[in-house]
């Protein structure tokens, strides 16, 4: 079994504040996986989760076969994938 970590994108708080104004935090980015394609979606709405084959919420760790594994490695996911032994 391998985990899986949806990525996340970096962003800095809106601030003018010199020193509040270069805080930044990692926001997770939610995967949606349809007719075998992934995309990225920041905040998914319900009816793209209930349309979605699999999804996988940012911010969350799952647990992956070795095909899906294999599946998120070719579509460029590979970074985010963590062997568990």
Do not use: N
């Not at 970590?5 to 970096?10: D, E, F, N, V, W």
């Not at 509040?20 to 793209?48: C, D």
């Not at 989760?49 to 760790?61: E, F, Q, S």
């Amino acid at each position: 079994m391998s985990t899986f970590s949806p990525p996340g994108r970096l962003e800095r708080w809106p601030v003018v504040h010199p020193l509040f104004g270069r805080m930044s935090i990692t926001r997770g980015v939610s995967l949606l996986k349809e007719s075998g394609i992934y995309r990225q979606v920041p905040t998914p709405l319900a009816e793209e989760i209930a349309a979605a084959d699999i999804t996988y919420l940012g911010g969350h760790v799952y647990e992956i076969d070795a095909a899906e594994a294999a599946a998120l490695t070719t579509a460029g996911y590979g970074e985010w994938i963590e062997e568990q032994l």
